[in-house]
């Protein structure tokens, strides 16, 4: 059997819960905030890397401020939908269909993004490193790499095992949370109910603390890592709604 993201059939019958029109506007808000944080904002030449970009709810607001994106997914589905996207924006994006533990593109990008908790899929600590190496390769000078994920904090915080929504179409999502490995790891279970069927998507992750991914980034060879709590820079305190990592290639 291969691993849980590799079924293209959950990424289209969970596509309307992980990429509703809610989130799209807010991938517009974010972008802003995004190049801001990376120190980036008043440059207009960047080379990007959207890491697991996804059907492009960052990808092509970043185009549509002339910079030059790259956007990297494994899935052709959602690829096909942010290329769709990309089109009726009238913005051109280059579309990779490559894992992330594969993709490697030495110097060729100014700033490289992995947003909404895309890391930690894989079942091993050297996978995750091995991608951050790639992303480390694959920055110019003075290159950024912006992390955005749920952090181990927030979510020993907030934990619940178990929680339901009923969405606007008027299906329900069930949600459930496992914390096994020592804190490592979260088992996650969502089942979809819509039209009186249920559909289940199983999805382990890596959860990582603000020092354990700051270590990581450190590891795999940059040079400086700053963690904030939120897009508009808080820091990364009890307060904190996201883990947000912004690592230079030099200091």
Not at 37 to 56: F, I, N, Q, T, Y
Not at 181 to 198: S, Y
């Amino acid at each position: 059997m291969g691993e849980w993201f590799e079924d293209e059939s959950l990424w289209r019958d969970f596509y309307q819960v992980m990429f509703s029109e809610d989130r799209f506007r807010l991938g517009e808000e974010q972008v802003p905030r995004i190049l801001n944080l990376a120190g980036m904002s008043e440059r207009h030449d960047l080379a990007v890397l959207d890491l697991c970009c996804g059907p492009g709810r960052h990808a092509i607001p970043l185009a549509k401020r002339g910079l030059r994106v790259t956007g990297v997914d494994r899935t052709r589905f959602l690829l096909d939908r942010a290329r769709e996207g990309a089109r009726l924006a009238d913005v051109t994006i280059e579309f990779v269909e490559a894992d992330m533990r594969e993709f490697r593109r030495p110097r060729a990008f100014d700033l490289a993004l992995s947003l909404l908790t895309s890391f930690g899929y894989f079942a091993t600590d050297e996978e995750d490193s091995h991608v951050l190496r790639n992303v480390q390769a694959s920055l110019g000078p003075q290159g950024v790499f912006l992390m955005d994920m749920v952090g181990k904090e927030w979510l020993a915080r907030h934990f619940q095992d178990t929680r339901s929504r009923t969405l606007p179409d008027g299906s329900l999502l069930v949600e459930r949370c496992d914390v096994v490995d020592d804190w490592t790891r979260v088992e996650n279970e969502w089942i979809l109910v819509r039209d009186g069927r249920a559909r289940t998507l199983r999805f382990p992750l890596s959860v990582y603390s603000g020092q354990e991914l700051r270590d990581r980034l450190l590891e795999a060879g940059f040079a400086q890592v700053t963690l904030y709590g939120d897009f508009d820079g808080a820091p990364y305190d009890r307060e904190a709604s996201r883990l947000i990592a912004v690592a230079r290639s030099e200091a």
